[in-house]
């Protein structure tokens, strides 16, 4: 199933100059407040071991004030508990994952399969099964 | 490994989860943290993080319309179990939800050993880009000057879109075009080009890393010193970071 081109998408008058304000409109307070941060004075923004511990101090202005920022969030699952879910995924695609892949490649998936072929690869990779 | 003790893949996972989500969160209102995910138990050392929800995070533009973009990474710890390293990543957005031929997509693959670049950029259909130009509304200074174009009879078109690639010190080089040129689209080239390509490219990644090593001197001195060298840094201390070109786009 092919999606639609965008340009049936677009409104008659379609000259993408509507009134509509984007949800980073705080953008400049954020890279204000970004600024000064504790990573970020000392330039410190690489991964390396022992440079992150003030990951979970962040803080965002939103439109709702200044929040803290989420912090990431740990997923552990077991081998079994992995399998059990890639077997789930393909039952409730009701097709195997070649037929995923395939499908993939021709651009002929939804959402939901883009979705769950992501995260059957995901748990292929986990599994130590990863695919070309 | 110098100055701290080794971190577990967990920790690494979740703080590589976090500083992502950091980003995004301080662009996009409201947006979700990303999962890491990994296995328990035995002596794994694969990770996974993606973005939440899992069927990507929606962003609206003008008129109603909306992007999605995704974001999934996967890596291991390095074989002294000291560092992640990401070994493939996909960032891809779509117009509307994440379904069919995205727009475009950035995607690495350390592992592979093909003709196609290991870091590359994908894009879709040209007609989608040049609709998706015209979508921008009046958010950004960029946005306001393509849509005043397009109000005074401009047609948009995908050119309109200006993709990163790097920055000052990590864009392609002439070489990786060359390669492009011949390995994708057949150009003939010469019996040896491989080798040319190849000193070529070493060359400028070469000269590149000298010069992102003056870029942020403290960086590469502490690398440096975590690989056993000894780094003296200067009387006056390490010279501060090049912020414009360590975060200029």
């Not at chain 2, 947006?31 to 899992?54: I, N």
């Amino acid at each position: 199933m092919r999606r639609r081109s965008m340009w049936t998408a677009l409104p008659a008058s379609k000259t993408g100059a509507a009134k509509v304000r984007h949800p980073s409109r705080n953008v400049p307070r954020l890279r204000a407040l970004w600024w000064q941060t504790p990573d970020r004075r000392t330039g410190a923004t690489d991964l390396l071991p022992g440079r992150v511990s003030d990951l979970g101090a962040r803080l965002l202005s939103t439109g709702e004030g200044i929040v803290m920022a989420p912090t990431g969030i740990l997923h552990k699952i077991t081998v079994e508990q992995a399998e059990a879910r890639r077997s789930e995924i393909l039952r409730e695609q009701g097709t195997t994952a070649e037929d995923l892949r395939s499908r993939a490649g021709r651009y002929e998936l939804d959402a939901a399969g883009v979705a769950a072929l992501a995260e059957l690869e995901d748990l292929d990779y986990l599994l130590g099964e990863t695919v070309e | 490994m110098t100055g701290s003790a080794v971190r577990s893949l967990d920790e690494q996972a979740t703080d590589f989860a976090t500083q992502i989500t950091h980003t995004v969160a301080g662009v996009i209102d409201g947006a979700d943290p990303f999962v890491a995910t990994v296995l328990d138990g035995g002596r794994r050392r694969q990770f996974t993080v993606r973005q939440s929800p899992e069927t990507g995070i929606a962003l609206p533009m003008s008129e109603g319309a909306l992007v999605t973009l995704t974001a999934r990474f996967k890596g291991a710890l390095d074989k002294q179990g000291h560092y992640l390293r990401v070994e493939t990543s996909a960032i891809k957005v779509y117009f509307g939800e994440a379904g069919g031929q995205p727009l475009f997509r950035y995607e690495y693959d350390g592992l592979r050993r093909s003709s196609i670049p290991r870091a590359h950029l994908q894009v879709g259909d040209q007609q989608d880009l040049a609709a998706l130009a015209s979508l921008s509304g009046e958010a950004s200074r960029t946005a306001r000057h393509r849509a005043g174009r397009i109000e005074s009879g401009m047609l948009p078109r995908s050119d309109h879109l200006h993709f990163p690639v790097g920055g000052d010190r990590f864009r392609p080089s002439l070489e990786d075009v060359l390669e492009m040129l011949v390995e994708q689209l057949g150009v003939p080239a010469l019996p040896d080009w491989r080798n040319s390509v190849a000193a070529g490219r070493r060359a400028w990644r070469t000269t590149q890393l000298r010069a992102a090593v003056r870029d942020h001197p403290q960086a590469a001195a502490d690398a440096l010193a975590e690989a056993g060298y000894t780094v003296d840094p200067p009387p006056e201390g390490h010279p501060p970071p090049s912020e414009e070109r360590l975060t200029l786009l």
